[in-house]
């Protein structure tokens, strides 16, 4: 059984505009010990999910699935003491700014010793110690004088530190990081996803990551899910989507980065247009507006396609149906047996 399953999962918000549909029908599985990447850009739904996930969402939010399923238990039907009891203990995040997220007015000590006393039921000297020891596995240099400083007294790269220690003080089953090197330079990057990483081993915990960063997710991650519009587009291990990547908005992801190993003179390709408005999505794929190989029936409601060991892709393009449609950009493309879903 999947530690976390998720089913059919859609988010909407009510706006003065309309409803926006930041998430439409995302359906995925994570196994103890696994590292999901999930990638896409700004407003593709990514920061959404990991939300609704963890009922954190604002009151103008309706959140509907076929099944948020935690450890063998739907979270959609936890009251909200229930979760309360479920946040920070079975699952945490670190979300994507600690300076807004950390208390600016307590102490980093007494911030992750209130997770501790909390959930744990641990003594104040208990929970003190626990801080420290936390502390000290997130490397932050002195611990013992640190714990008494407030958030404005670290860097962001300590910050974000801490927020790690804090989101692991209780053994979560699962941690759900938000960006979590966004704002960091290259090495406090590295850095900060080595010991991730580290603690990861030490605890077996599963690990959500959310990012734009295709290359932190080649390095950390087991399997990677592609979402576009608010939908999952592409899902496969991080072989499949970085060596034979199915659907054209993944292609484009990959083909506007920088990789070392297909020479210096490789020209990058940027992703034509804009991201789809939720307000007004359009019909069947999301990304058929800015697709080089957009045919009629792009139009319609689009199918998942199975390419074998668990790669899964939403494209016409690989359907033996559309040969007679394909533009002339894909006529170096190969119709791959796929199975429809």
Do not use: W
Request: aromatic fraction near 4%; charge should be negative; hydrophobic fraction near 40%.
């Amino acid at each position: 059984m999947p530690l976390l399953e998720v089913a059919n999962l859609r988010t909407t918000f009510r706006t003065e505009d309309g409803p926006v549909t930041a998430v439409n029908g995302l359906s995925f599985a994570l196994q103890a010990g696994e590292t999901l990447g999930i990638v896409g850009e700004s407003g593709s739904g990514k920061s959404v999910t990991a939300l609704s996930i963890m009922r954190l969402l604002a009151r103008n939010a309706t959140v509907t699935a076929a099944g948020v399923t935690f450890d063998g238990e739907n979270l959609l039907q936890k009251s909200e003491l229930e979760m309360r009891k479920i946040r920070g203990y079975k699952i945490a995040m670190i979300f994507q700014d600690p300076m807004t997220s950390l208390n600016p007015v307590l102490t980093i000590g007494e911030q992750i010793a209130e997770a501790v006393r909390l959930h744990l039921g641990a003594s104040k000297r208990e929970a003190r110690d626990r801080a420290l020891e936390m502390l000290r596995k997130v490397r932050v240099p002195a611990p013992e004088e640190r714990l008494g400083d407030y958030p404005h007294q670290f860097s962001g790269g300590m910050r974000q530190r801490v927020m790690i220690a804090m989101a692991l003080s209780c053994n979560p089953q699962l941690l759900i990081a938000d960006e979590p090197t966004t704002a960091l330079d290259v090495t406090i990057q590295a850095q900060v996803l080595e010991l991730m990483n580290e603690l990861q081993r030490e605890t077996g915990a599963a690990i959500i990551l959310i990012t734009h960063d295709l290359g932190v997710v080649a390095e950390v991650c087991r399997n990677v899910l592609v979402m576009y519009g608010g939908n999952m587009v592409e899902y496969g291990t991080a072989e499949q989507i970085f060596g034979t990547p199915r659907m054209p908005y993944t292609q484009g992801l990959l083909a506007s980065l920088p990789r070392l190993d297909e020479g210096e003179h490789r020209r990058l390709e940027p992703i034509q247009g804009q991201p789809p408005n939720l307000l007004r999505l359009p019909p069947g794929c999301a990304f058929a507006p800015r697709c080089a190989y957009r045919m009629p029936i792009c139009d319609q409601p689009v199918p998942q396609y199975d390419f074998g060991e668990g790669h899964i892709a939403r494209c016409y393009l690989y359907d033996e149906r559309t040969r007679d449609q394909r533009p002339a950009a894909a006529d170096n493309v190969p119709i791959v047996a796929a199975n429809r879903l």
